[in-house]
């Protein structure tokens, strides 16, 4: 069984290696030259050797020793294996998108691209059943890759996904057995937008608190959910929450889903208001708005958490894409405001509403913008109506477990 596995292992942590020497061609101690391989489509070309040792530590779990760098794996149940640390088709698509992400960064570098963050999503489509007895391939069938990335325009993620293409071992050579699609992904593209709030029915703030708090995990285990942020008000007994998902598809299967069913069935919660919105990600971004992942929440959760100023309004143009021509213009304007730490720019061109669920660091800097001549202008604007204006606490400790941007520090 030893012999088995340490074969499987060995071969995927062979394309792993390279990642971290040939793809960006670094010298390192476990790099050989090799003889001059005489091929007809390619020439001459020199070759170098990557290696790897497999050691089995006990059933089911190895370590692998590279370049004085050791890697703990596991098998998988076909195989009997426990499958807590990371495994060996782990591995293999953790070494394509790690090509992939490097090779982005060192061909940005090149050709003068601004690149601010990357993150590349890989995934694979194969038979596990083989892996029981072989009665079936259990090959890969089909690798996706999605890079999404922060600074270049879609012309030059391409250009760098051609890099991708060209220069990664992993990729040139998983595509002999595979076809693998690049879907590249503008940070922030196509994220949606709900917008809930209702009134609890609790004596108090502290006692509906206590009620959902301990529901702050299953919350943070959405999938597709980017951040929620808890919003409560104790004067008028409503609370809710803004959410940002990575897609619209996301935010409908939450939605369908049992834990936001529970939610709307709580014989404590009513009035609900739920809305939906696509995020106007320029502007957005514009106001310091996070709208991917990673966001590492407060740094001290017990610091106040700041304050939401929900806006909705109907637009009176024609068309969306009008109102947005109408309001971009403003978004420096915006990002100037003392104390406003993000925005995030909501609009449903179904229902012509649009609006923006502002994060401000503390309730004066929130009443200072709304006493101010923007805000007055926004009210006043011929083009827009029917305005419903909500503020709220955040509540900092769930909103850090769910991811929320919401660090005033």
């Not at 998988?76 to 640390?85: F, K, M, Q, S, T």
């Not at 990729?171 to 503008?186: C, D, G, M, Q, S």
């Amino acid at each position: 069984m030893y012999r088995r596995l340490s074969i499987l292992f060995a071969c995927v942590l062979i394309l792993s290696l390279l990642v971290g020497g040939a793809a960006l061609g670094r010298e390192t101690g476990n790099f050989d030259s090799g003889p001059v391989a005489q091929s007809s489509d390619e020439g001459d070309v020199t070759l170098a050797t990557a290696k790897a040792k497999v050691e089995m530590v006990q059933d089911g779990r190895a370590i692998v020793l590279a370049r004085g760098n050791r890697i703990l794996v596991d098998s998988v149940p076909p195989l009997g294996g426990p499958n807590e640390e990371i495994n060996p088709l782990d591995l293999l698509l953790g070494s394509l998108g790690t090509c992939g992400a490097f090779i982005y960064e060192a061909a940005a570098a090149e050709m003068g691209i601004d690149l601010h963050s990357l993150s590349v999503n890989v995934e694979a489509d194969f038979a596990p059943a083989g892996l029981v007895d072989g009665a079936v391939n259990p090959r890969v069938r089909a690798f996706r890759a999605t890079v999404t990335a922060d600074g270049p325009t879609m012309d030059e993620m391409d250009a760098l996904a051609d890099e991708w293409r060209a220069r990664c071992p992993i990729y040139t050579t998983l595509e002999l057995a595979a076809p693998i699609e690049i879907t590249n992904r503008l940070a922030g593209e196509g994220t949606a937008v709900l917008d809930v709030t209702f009134t609890y029915n609790f004596d108090t703030a502290e006692d509906y608190v206590a009620e959902v708090s301990p529901m702050a995990d299953m919350f943070a285990a959405v999938p597709g959910l980017v951040w929620k942020t808890w919003t409560l008000n104790p004067e008028t007994k409503r609370a809710g929450a803004v959410y940002l998902f990575e897609n619209a598809e996301a935010r409908q299967t939450y939605m369908d889903g049992e834990l936001f069913g529970a939610v709307q069935s709580h014989p404590a919660l009513s009035d609900y208001r739920i809305r939906t919105y696509d995020v106007m990600r320029n502007e957005s971004l514009v106001t310091r708005a996070q709208l991917w992942g990673d966001s590492e929440g407060m740094a001290d959760a017990n610091t106040e958490a700041g304050m939401i100023l929900d806006v909705e309004f109907t637009y009176g143009f024609d068309t969306a894409a009008e109102y947005v021509a109408e309001v971009s213009p403003l978004a420096e304007e915006f990002a100037a405001i003392p104390g406003l730490v993000w925005k995030v720019w909501t609009l449903n061109p179904e229902t012509k509403k649009a609006g923006a669920a502002y994060y401000f660091a503390n309730a004066d800097a929130l009443q200072t913008y709304m006493d101010s001549d923007l805000f007055g202008a926004v009210k006043g604007h011929p083009a827009l109506s029917d305005h419903e204006i909500s503020t709220f606490n955040v509540m900092g400790d769930e909103s850090v477990i769910t991811r929320a941007p919401v660090d005033t520090q």
